[in-house]
């Protein structure tokens, strides 16, 4: 495909998305279009259904919309209380309340769901990820009223979410399951036997505990004995029970999946693999399609186990089979996931296939339309999961706001939005925090990743906190760009957690060049007045500053000429030339810095020089003074700081679950204070040092925002 | 200050005034200093006259002796004939506050932290009411611009309030015989704003915050927000549309529901007849539920200080223009700048509410909680701006978010507007 693509300008994704989506998709060459035509007319051919529910909000619900609308199939959306004004809302021919905001009461009340399914008369459903999407009861319910679930049947479901069920299927399908031996071990000697028997490196613990408790890995026979030792101590003593499990440790495991297809007539194919080991606390980031790490044997060898399993359980639709491979390229069942994933697009780009819609006629029970053969591998494709989260704390820390300003890049060439939220969306409390899953397709991953960078620049978020500084360090990342990740990346290539892009001497001398032009734009433009007042306004001739701009712990003397339509900026000691159109409404402001161009953001400004500026991803706070204001600004008091440690603030905006003092109570360091719950998440807020406490101005059941004094001690 | 820089265009005036205090030593050579307690001046801000003076502090704590008060009636008097505003920075132990000049001169700044303004000190105060009060307290930057609303606005200090002040002054015509000023303007006049159509909260009882509107619609997203920390259930503060100044007061359904009460009335009613003494045309918010109902309000002259905001609104004669976004209920419809008033352009959002009052009320009043479907029936033929906009109260059922193009159509039309009210020597506000 990509060598018959010569005479066209663009080299773009292969997916057929051009009346749906607002990307500018271009096509190769006139025999692929004829292809699309044939496809065109299937479109029509083939009936499905007349109305189809969406049981999910958000992203997922307006992508599965996109596909309904190309298919001819009305749609209803469902939603809560809050989201009456959400995209997925406007953009389905119908819409229903279901409830209020709280999930359990809307998105997951399936008596109001089926309600809404029998009032509107729709025959399908299409369930999302999430919510009702794995839930075999809603399954049961939807099948007893007739109406088809898109997706596979009860008992698949039932099976892929039983986690001993679905090992056992797999190793009776001859899937690679994580070797292991859970029971008593009598000595060291059979320990070993055992080990080897697995192959080295193994961990072992206590069956008994939970999680990685205890846990020690062995690399030979020596190590295996000493783990024994102290396992099965700690078995018997700890837990009272002498069980051990030894299993095979995955060294620097990787996540990655294959996407299945089945349909109702015992055909399945597989769709490639995705890659998804950059995750944080088990929730994926950066996702992408091919992997740079499989080789087409193993590609094809998971590929066909995945099948396997499919075929074992009689599966239909769209499904994941998830596995963990090492640094040797062993790879291991996970497990099933039996709905559409969140990562699906990247399948989509280098595919050219809409999952969304083979869903659909797989449900409705037509046989699938490709062969294995049929299934490319069309260049390469990533996608960015973009949060609303702080990601300097933890990696990301849910955020809550309203959009103030939302601009997709759609403008960058191959490039994929898949969102639910716009301008004047509220991010609440109730619902996950994604924004948008941004893909970016190239014909090779070092254009992909090309286009990424360039499209993470160019998109305007504000109101809200956002990853974007971690999507676009991530993405540049040399680890990452070789490919050499895992699942533990993030915590190995940031330890100390992510504190943003850390620039060169260079990048600091263009970000306070491009502050300071900026500042000088804005001193010129308040100077250009229309009309004519009484008193004639003076003329100003000056063409240089000297500035001062505070960045982090640095003051930097810049000065600034004006040279014609650009800038000439001394920083340093070093000459920089800084030409843009100077727009100053403009949120995205494209700025050539001695001939590199680059897209920045200035976030915000005010009178005090207090200037926010996106710059590779990272925000950064400058103050800009003239040099005058600076000096004389020594002669001013020094504000006294705020004492944190007697005073405890909400990191995060939330609501509080539970406080557990009162003014007057003696806390100690450390103690848990109270506990704040964002999404899906309970934080507990501990003192900072040992005291009394003097007031509490929070109760259990407030809703709190970032920075809102929750509890100050004496 | 003094100090002449070859970039800082600042010419002083009479640096060779001394003080003629004769008493107590003051004559010995030593306790002259040329110039005396003030620095005073003309120099331009981004190109624009202005005049300044600038009590010294480090020369006899800045205090007012006749030379200084001289001075700063020399360039005052000048100000006033060439019609320059004149800024006023005031340091001193004993100054009284010089006010009802051209312009700034009513903005008094003061900073943050080392500022303090009183009429008596905290001594002379524990004296007479026995009252146990800090400097900070009784007359510090918070107590003046959250608590009093002597001051329009804090600063961290007086570099920060320069360069604000600065800012400020560009959204200020020279004097009263200027037209607002129109800057270049970088943002499109016919931008939608399309989050605004979805802004107001379906429920009539949900806050939202003023300033979001507020900020959307202006060019840049840019307020200069006045008395931000005073009566916050009003808003009042300067913008541009389309590079011109507007002044925007908008009520903030986030404060008490965005009622009217005295404190805000006040301050509404002095931004208004500031806009309209400087030929600034005025942007009028309106979602408020009606007056604060109480007896400390009413004890305290509600209905007085209420009809100084009404009477401002009726007596502007610059360009009005007024978006109803929510609630517009009773006597506090009538007040903020409604058709009544004289307003030039006044538009309702599909989300406005225009009646005496809520549905809830009215039909309690009404049927005396005897009528159940009552008050659905009030709903529908009053929580909404036809009945208005069929009577004429209304020119226009408005999308919020073509808000911005409206606006900027209708200031352009009303640049030229002249209206004239009846011969008085000078206009009686209910004071």
Redesign the interface.
């Known amino acids: 495909m990509e060598s018959s693509g010569s005479q066209c300008v663009k080299q773009d994704c292969p997916f057929q998305w051009q009346s749906v989506f607002t990307t500018k998709v271009q096509y190769q060459s006139k025999n692929l279009c004829f292809v699309h035509l044939s496809r065109f007319l299937l479109f029509f051919s083939l009936q499905t259904f007349e109305k189809l529910l969406i049981a999910n909000r958000g992203e997922i619900a307006c992508r599965v919309i996109k596909t309904c609308k190309k298919m001819g199939i009305k749609t209803v959306a469902i939603h809560s ?1 809050v989201d ?2 959400a995209v997925h809302v406007k953009m389905a021919d119908e819409a229903v309340c279901v409830g209020p905001a709280p999930t359990s009461k809307s998105y997951l009340n399936m008596d109001a769901i089926m309600e809404v399914i029998k009032k509107t008369r729709a025959q399908a459903v299409h369930p999302g990820y999430g919510f009702l999407s794995e839930n075999k009861e809603f399954a049961r319910r939807l099948a007893s009223e007739g109406v088809t679930f898109i997706g596979p049947d009860t008992h698949a479901i039932q099976a892929m979410g039983d986690k001993i069920e679905s090992k056992l299927l797999a190793k009776n399908a001859k899937v690679n399951t994580i070797p292991g031996f859970d029971g008593v071990v009598k000595d060291a000697d059979e320990a070993v036997r055992i080990a080897r028997e697995i192959g080295y490196p193994v961990m072992i613990k206590a069956s008994a505990g939970g999680g990685g408790k205890g846990m020690r890995i062995a690399w030979d026979d020596e190590e295996t004995r000493e783990g024994f030792r102290f396992s099965s101590q700690e078995a018997a003593s700890s837990f009272g029970d002498d069980r051990l499990l030894i299993e095979k440790f995955i060294d620097n495991p990787r996540h990655i999946e294959i996407q299945v297809l089945a349909d109702k007539h015992g055909n399945a194919l597989w769709l490639n693999e995705r890659e998804c080991s950059i995750q944080r606390r088990n929730q994926k980031v950066v996702e992408e399609a091919p992997s740079t790490f499989l080789d087409p044997e193993t590609r094809r060898a998971m590929g066909e186990q995945a099948v396997a399993l499919a075929k074992a359980v009689k599966y239909s639709s769209a499904g994941t089979v998830e596995f963990l491979v090492d640094s040797s390229k062993n790879f291991y069942f996970l497990e099933m996931n039996t709905r559409l994933q969140v990562e699906h697009p990247v399948t989509e780009c280098i595919t050219g296939l809409d999952l969304v819609q083979e869903m659909i006629r797989v449900a409705k029970g037509y046989p699938l339309r490709h062969k294995q053969a049929d299934i490319p591998i069309n260049g390469w494709a990533v996608e960015c999961r973009v949060y609303a989260e702080d990601p300097y704390k933890s990696f990301g820390l849910p955020s809550i706001g ?3 300003q939302y601009q997709e890049p759609l403008h960058v060439p191959s490039v994929r939005v898949d969102s639910g939220i ?4 509220d991010i609440s409390i109730y619902y996950d925090p994604m924004i948008s899953k941004l893909i970016t397709y190239g014909s090779n991953r070092a254009e992909a990743l090309k286009r990424m960078e360039e499209a993470l620049d160019n998109y305007v978020i504000r109101g809200v906190a956002h990853n974007i500084s971690l999507l676009r360090e991530v993405i540049i990342h040399p680890r990452f760009v070789q490919g050499d990740i895992s699942t533990k990346f993030l915590p190995e290539v940031y330890p100390d957690g992510f504190k943003g892009h850390k620039l060169t001497d260079l990048e600091r001398r263009e970000l306070l060049a491009t502050a300071a032009s900026l500042y000088v734009a804005e001193q010129l ?7 004519t ?3 004639p ?4 001739k ?1 063409s240089s500053w000297e500035l001062s701009v505070r960045l982090g712990d640095g003051i930097y003397p810049v000065a600034v000429s004006k040279d014609g339509s650009s800038f000439s900026v001394e920083v340093d000691g070093m000459k920089l030339n800084v030409t843009s159109e100077w ?4 949120p995205l402001l494209s700025v050539t810095i001695d001939g590199t161009q680059r897209t920045i953001q200035r976030l915000s400004r005010n ?3 207090d200037t926010s500026i996106q710059f590779l991803g990272t925000v950064y706070k400058l103050q800009i ?1 003239t040099k ?2 600076a000096e ?2 020594k002669y ?2 020094e ?1 006294a700081a705020e004492d944190t440690s007697s005073i405890l603030r909400s990191p995060m905006p939330g609501a509080v679950v539970a406080v557990s003092v009162k003014p007057g109570d003696m806390v100690s360091e450390g103690q848990e204070i109270c506990v704040i719950e964002a999404m899906k998440m309970q934080n507990s807020m501990i003192a900072a040092k040992t005291g009394k406490v003097k007031a509490v101005h929070c109760k259990a059941g407030d809703t709190v925002g970032e920075g809102d004094l929750l509890v100050e001690l004496e | 200050s003094r100090k002449k820089n070859k970039r800082i265009y600042f010419d002083e005036y009479d640096m060779f005034v001394e003080h003629r205090c004769s008493d107590f030593g003051m004559d010995s050579s030593k306790n002259k200093y040329p110039g005396d307690s003030v620095v005073t001046g003309r120099g331009r801000i981004n190109g624009r006259l202005a005049y300044v003076f600038s009590q010294d502090f480090t020369v006899f704590g800045g205090s007012l002796s006749g030379a200084h008060a001289q001075k700063i009636c020399k360039v005052m008097d000048q100000a006033a004939m060439v019609g320059a505003p004149v800024i006023g920075l005031n340091d001193s132990g004993g100054a009284r506050i010089q006010e009802g000049v051209e312009s700034l001169a009513g903005y008094a700044d003061i900073f943050l932290d080392t500022s303090y303004l009183f009429i008596t000190g905290p001594d002379v105060v524990k004296s007479v009411t026995n009252e146990d009060v800090t400097q900070e307290q009784l007359g510090g930057a918070k107590t003046h611009t959250s608590v009093s609303g002597v001051a329009h606005r804090a600063f961290e200090n007086d570099i920060d309030a320069l360069l604000n002040l600065r800012e400020f002054f560009n959204y200020l015509p020279l004097s009263n015989r200027d037209p607002a000023p129109v800057r270049e303007c970088h943002d499109p006049s016919d931008r939608l704003v399309p989050e605004l159509d979805m802004l107001v909260p379906i429920e009539s009882t949900k806050a939202y915050d003023m300033l979001d509107i507020i900020h959307s619609i202006a060019d840049e997203r840019e307020f200069f927000e006045i008395m931000p920390s005073y009566a916050r259930n009003i808003v009042v503060g300067f913008a541009r549309m389309n590079g011109r100044t507007v002044g925007i007061v908008g009520n903030q359904p986030k404060v008490a529901s965005g009622c009217l009460d005295i404190n805000s009335s006040v301050k509404g009613a002095r931004f208004v007849r500031f806009c309209d003494a400087f030929n600034i045309p005025l942007i009028t918010f309106v979602d408020v539920p009606g007056f604060l109902p109480g007896t400390a309000q009413e004890y305290g002259g509600i209905i007085r200080h209420g009809a100084k905001l009404l009477f401002a609104f009726a007596e502007a004669t610059v360009p009005k223009i007024t978006i109803i976004t929510r609630k517009a209920y009773g006597g506090a419809y009538d007040v903020m700048s409604s058709k009544h008033l004289r307003g030039d352009a006044n538009y309702a959002w599909p989300t406005a509410e225009v009646a005496v009052m809520g549905a809830k009320g009215a039909v309690q009043i009404i049927f005396r909680g005897k009528e159940a479907d009552a008050e659905a029936e009030y709903v529908d033929k009053f929580a909404n701006p036809f009945p208005a906009a069929m009577r004429g109260f209304v020119d226009d059922i408005i999308q919020p978010s073509t808000t911005r193009v409206r606006i900027c159509h209708d200031l352009d039309v009303l640049a030229s507007k002249t209206q004239s009210s009846p011969w008085k020597k000078h206009a009686n506000i209910p004071l």
Do not use: E, H, T, Y
């Open positions: 209380d009456a004004n309203k959009l103030s716009q301008q004047g969306s433009r308040s100077q250009r007045f229309l009309g007042p009484r008193i306004i003076a003329k100003s000056q727009n100053l409404a403009s009178a005090s020089g003074l005058v204001a004389l600004s001013m008091p504000k």
